[in-house]
């Protein structure tokens, strides 16, 4: 079998030109339309990296090979492609962006028809068809047809800026700035402030530079700058997406960055008392504290590709939200969605009439046992969290601004330290076993970032 399988975070993915080439693009279309069979309809779309496209434009030819019709959004962010599955009747939607691992690599996602990702299993199963050739190619005359949904941004501002309350919003006229980390939310998100009235300071809303490395997630680095942008302006709130819009993180009205965990309690705490959410098994213990207080039922899961909507439509939950930045309003979309967490978060805050920093003064707190740690001079924290997720990738989260390693059954939390070049490991309501944990990764950190310097 070829080296295209299955990466850390549980998708389809490679090294452009070397696993992922528009050969093996194109039978990996093959292998989806045979699954989905003849005359069904499948959505694509991309971000702005350009191997992105060669590879979206391979694996549309691959589906039409089998039958199948491809309604094409060029560049549009995940949340679209997503909302769109159901909007259009489609049998399954696919994703190409850069992966959040390697800068030349690319994942891609796929969807099916409830807009929700392939589970462990089918991506197996498609992979096996992959491995073994089994397509099932058409007759030339039922060959697939190409086409172009121009107004898919239209459609998906409108949806989104009628889910919330729109009217709220645009009395308050907040001010933010966001960071569209050269995705294709630069296409959208000035049509929704135009909706919702929002005085905007937006990043890094071009295509990425010629020549340089982008970035799936953005970076701590400039989580920071944005920090310093939002006080400056004297925002009401900072946000900055992932490259595909699937992942969101905030800052609040001090520039400090509000942790994934923070986040999830914030959004948990506003909930309607006994309603379900879905979370994942590594975020904060703070969201049953919250939980036991407001009466709601908290299901947890892994974390996979689709864990979320999964259990949030078996439940009939209200929320899903990751320590990862993963968000999701299932009455809109059963996937992640960035763009409707931003929206749903200047709501929040106008019917609050208070600022993001006291809301998040205002969450209840749990014991936290604290340890730090230096890194060389050298490294940037950026890279030093990236460097460890790769030696703990099989039991780890990285959850943008920090990351988080499951040693011997104990969550620890490994994030930088503000101005300093120091790590803070940290657990939650830690017992004896969960300190010896915590000290003896510490231990092995301290080891793997002296033999990185030397």
Request: proline share 4%; aromatic share 6%; glycine share 6%.
């Amino acid at each position: 079998m070829m080296s295209v399988n299955l990466l850390g975070d549980g998708r389809i993915g490679g090294g452009v030109n070397r696993e992922l080439t528009p050969e093996v693009s194109s039978e990996l279309g093959s292998a989806l339309g045979t699954m989905l069979g003849e005359r069904v309809l499948v959505v694509a779309a991309r971000d702005y990296y350009p191997p992105s496209r060669m590879l979206k434009r391979a694996f549309s030819a691959g589906l039409m090979s089998t039958g199948v019709t491809v309604v094409d959004f060029h560049a549009a962010t995940f949340p679209e492609l997503a909302f769109a599955v159901k909007k259009f009747g489609a049998k399954a939607g696919v994703h190409f962006a850069v992966s959040p691992f390697h800068s030349d690599h690319v994942n891609i996602r796929l969807l099916d028809y409830l807009g929700i990702e392939f589970s462990q299993d089918r991506l197996n199963q498609l992979l096996r068809l992959f491995d073994n050739k089994h397509f099932v190619r058409t007759l030339p005359e039922r060959i697939g047809w190409v086409t172009y949904a121009e107004y898919i941004h239209e459609i998906y501002v409108a949806s989104v800026t009628s889910y919330v309350d729109s009217e709220v919003i645009a009395h308050q006229r907040p001010r933010i700035a966001v960071d569209v980390n050269f995705g294709p939310a630069a296409e959208v998100l000035p049509d929704i402030f135009s909706e919702l009235s929002v005085d905007s300071i937006t990043l890094n809303a071009h295509k990425p530079p010629a020549r340089h490395g982008i970035k799936h997630l953005p970076s701590y680095e400039s989580l920071i700058s944005l920090g310093e942008l939002v006080k400056a302006a004297g925002a009401e709130f900072g946000a900055a997406l992932s490259i595909d819009a699937g992942r969101i993180i905030f800052i609040d009205d001090r520039g400090r960055i509000i942790d994934t965990d923070k986040l999830a309690a914030l959004l948990v705490s506003s909930l309607s008392r006994g309603s379900t959410i879905v979370t994942t098994i590594t975020t904060s213990k703070l969201i049953d504290k919250i939980a036991q207080s407001l009466k709601l039922k908290v299901v947890r899961v892994r974390g996979l590709p689709g864990d979320l909507s999964r259990q949030i439509r078996k439940n009939r939950g209200v929320l899903g939200i990751s320590d990862k930045g993963e968000i999701i309003y299932p009455t809109f979309s059963l996937s992640p969605d960035g763009l409707l967490s931003l929206s749903k978060m200047l709501e929040q805050v106008a019917k609050e009439e208070r600022a993001i920093s006291s809301l998040l003064n205002s969450l209840p707190e749990i014991p936290i046992h604290r340890e730090e740690i230096s890194y060389p001079e050298m490294y940037t924290a950026s890279y030093v969290l990236n460097y460890l997720y790769s030696q703990f990738i099989e039991n780890s989260v990285h959850a943008i601004n920090s990351i988080k390693i499951i040693h011997k059954n104990t969550i620890i939390k490994v994030e930088p330290m503000r101005d300093t070049k120091k790590l803070r490991l940290s657990v939650e309501s830690p017992s004896r076993k969960d300190v010896e944990a915590l000290r003896e990764l510490r231990d092995m950190i301290r080891e793997l970032l002296s033999r990185k310097k030397k």
